[in-house]
């Protein structure tokens, strides 16, 4: 089976939308996956998903399953050393890099800060739903790996956003989200594709074969947008610093 991660595009957070560019993005992802129609398509209910997988359903004639835990995981948190209510996902990395437990996937929701916001509660909510439509698909969760009840070679889309693309990867790859959240970038669009690999019979495995990636908008010469990113350097006042 394959996965693929869709995030959104370009995002106007204001109205939950896209910006003109984010529907430019969209545009391009469209011609890009309706040459590699799927099996089902998931989405997320927030506006910004949902306007991004439109133009791909409507040009396939296609709908998708709107899925609550494929919102984006955010929970509000006032983190350390920082005097505002940021994402959860979003951390200074001169504070989370000092807890250790941050880099354990048992461990990293049991800290004061994450315990303030029920980290553990919805980091298992989300799992768990994800491994009830993997399991809908073929695949049931058994320990760290995946049993291979219907090996199939299906494709499953999923539009929904980077915070909670790192908690699905995380899960699959049995490491804390921290790392993910804040030593990758997936830009506006992006797409990142999951196989399944299944080199005893019955026992699968998920395994990345690419991440956020934005050829789609290469290929018809737009650069990729900066929301997801911080300042490349401090003395750029044109980039987002903080």
Known sequence: MKLVIVRHADP???????????????????????????????????GRANDTASLTLKKLGRTAETCEWLREFSPRIVKPGMDRSTSIWDWLPEIWTKEPRYYDPEEWYHTNAMRSVNAELEYKWVTKEFDRLLASHGYEREGLYYRAVRPNRDTIVLFCHFGVECVLLSHLMHVSPMPLWHGLCAAP?????????????????????????????????????????????WDNEEERHD
Not at 13 to 40: C, F, H, Q
Not at 201 to 222: K, N, P, T
């Open 189 to 233: 669009s992006s797409v990142t594709t999951i196989y399944t690999e299944e080199r005893r019979q019955g026992i699968a495995s998920f395994r990345v074969s690419a991440f956020g990636d934005v050829s789609h908008l290469y290929a018809a010469g737009e650069e990729p947008s900066f929301a997801a990113r911080f300042c490349e350097t």
């Open 12 to 46: 106007d957070y204001s109205i939950d939308s896209l910006t003109p560019t984010g529907w430019k993005e969209a545009e391009l992802l469209s011609n890009r996956l309706v040459r590699m129609p799927a099996d089902a398509y998931y989405v997320s209910p927030l």
